[in-house]
């Protein structure tokens, strides 16, 4: 099926597209119900990604990356997603973990870390959510207390993706806890250091081959050449971030959306009830209407809100805010009236629906919840009134 994303392309984001298509197709769907099944994390997926070069897509080619951007990150994104949201997550994840080092790293703390994201080598992952900060970020309580050329972290940081099979973390920790969100530091954590630990493993409702896991701090000392810039930079860091990597869940509810539709669309066609089949039917071809309609609608707002991110402009947290949070209401919307048109087969394990919708519930909850973003939505809104004054 065609999409307007096309007219968007170029021939080497076309190529990219059907390559990450390929290995979905090939590589990842006859395994998907076993990985979810068992929450296995998809380690033999993550080296074919690795080995076809698509962790380093939106890297700088001076660190070892292919030199794109968002746009290319979506791609990837959504066509991984179209078959397994638990696999897409966790090959975009190590981007989240990656971006504060994009935008705040010093040249030197790219060089070490960012060739070795940017080819798969090593995963990355981000850690600021705890048990009580999810969506009050700047309440977080993980500190990092500085000891002469040294942090020591201490606190626990809870459901980060990515958990337990990342090497490279980054983490948001208070420097400062008089000053509020101003006083959150972010800081590169490596796997291994003493003092940092892998907690509990979760069991999901979806996305279930990812890895989300608790991560814990005692006394855990790093050199202060681990900060991400300065003191101060953990929170503005963290928002910005998310203003670059939203637009990427919009892409994984897309993707999930997109996927749910096709099987609900093809079996429409097989399924025959009252001796006709049932896509004859007025009822059902108007769900399919809706749903092709919102699914293009949501995917135009990601990538145009992708192509913006890679222009530099500043202005992005409302689009990115606005595609996160249409995407992953459609796939909701979506995964469910697949399920409705495929009636009881859709409900069963043995067909992918279930597994669409139960994936989908996440992209309306991680990265900011919906009500979150319709906060920011608004907040952009009436900035924007105050700036016409
Ligand atoms: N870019 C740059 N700076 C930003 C920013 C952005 N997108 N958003 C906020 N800031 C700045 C503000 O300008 C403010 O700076 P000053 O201290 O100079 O005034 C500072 O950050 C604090 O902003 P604000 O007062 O808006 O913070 P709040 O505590 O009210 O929180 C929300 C704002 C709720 C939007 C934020 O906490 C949030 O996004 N929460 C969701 C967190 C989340 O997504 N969690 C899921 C993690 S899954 S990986």
Redo the contacts with the bound molecule.
């Keep these: 099926m065609s999409s307007l994303l096309d007219l968007m392309l170029n021939d080497t984001q076309k190529e990219i597209r059907d390559l990450a298509r390929k290995i979905a197709e090939e590589k990842v769907k006859p395994v998907r119900a076993q990985y979810d099944e068992e929450g296995k994390f998809p380690w033999d997926i993550m080296k074919i990604l690795a080995d076809s070069d698509m962790f380093g897509l939106y890297i700088p080619e001076e660190y070892g990356g292919f030199g794109g951007g968002c746009m290319e990150l979506c791609l990837v994104t959504e066509e991984l997603s179209r078959i397994c949201g638990g696999i897409a997550v966790s090959y975009a994840a190590s981007a ?1 973990g990656a971006f504060p080092i994009l935008l705040l790293g010093s040249d030197e703390q790219k060089k070490k870390y960012l060739p070795d994201i940017a080819s798969g080598a090593k995963l990355a992952a ?1 850690g ?2 705890e048990p009580d900060a ?6 977080i309580k993980t500190t990092a207390r500085k000891d002469g050329d040294y942090y020591i972290l201490n606190g626990t940081k809870q ?3 990515n958990g337990g099979e990342a090497e490279i973390y980054t983490v948001i920790a208070m420097t400062d806890k008089t000053k ?3 006083g959150a530091s972010a800081f590169i954590v490596d796997k291994g250091t003493a003092g940092f630990d892998f907690g509990k493993k979760e069991n999901k409702l979806g996305i279930r081959s990812s890895a989300t896991r608790e991560l814990v701090f005692q006394d855990c000392r790093i050199h202060k050449s681990q900060l991400l810039s300065r003191e101060g930079f953990g ?2 860091v ?3 971030t ?2 670059r990597t939203r637009p990427g869940i919009g892409a994984q509810a897309v993707g999930i959306a997109q996927g749910a539709f096709e099987e609900s669309l093809k079996y429409s066609h097989e399924r025959h009830q009252f001796g006709v089949p049932i896509s004859s039917f007025q009822a059902i071809q108007h769900m399919l209407a809706d749903m092709a309609t919102a699914i293009e609608a949501s995917r135009m707002l990601v990538y145009n809100t992708a192509k913006l991110v890679d222009s530099g402009s500043k202005d ?2 409302i689009y990115s805010a606005m595609c996160k949070t249409l995407s992953s209401d459609t796939a909701m919307k979506v995964t469910t009236d697949a399920i409705q048109i495929m009636g009881g087969y859709g409900y069963m394990k043995e067909y992918p629906l279930e597994k669409y919708m139960r994936d989908a519930k996440i992209t309306q909850i ?4 919906n009500q ?1 973003q319709r ?2 939505i608004a ?1 952009e809104l009436i900035k924007s009134l105050a700036k016409r004054k």
């Excluded at 999810?134 to 309440?139: I, M, T």
């Excluded at 991680?366 to 919840?369: A, D, I, K, M, W």
């Design positions: 989240l981000f600021l959510t999810g969506s009050d970020a700047g309440s459901w980060i993706t509020g969100a101003r929170f503005i963290t928002m910005q998310f203003d992005i947290s991680y990265e900011g919840t979150i906060n920011v907040s």
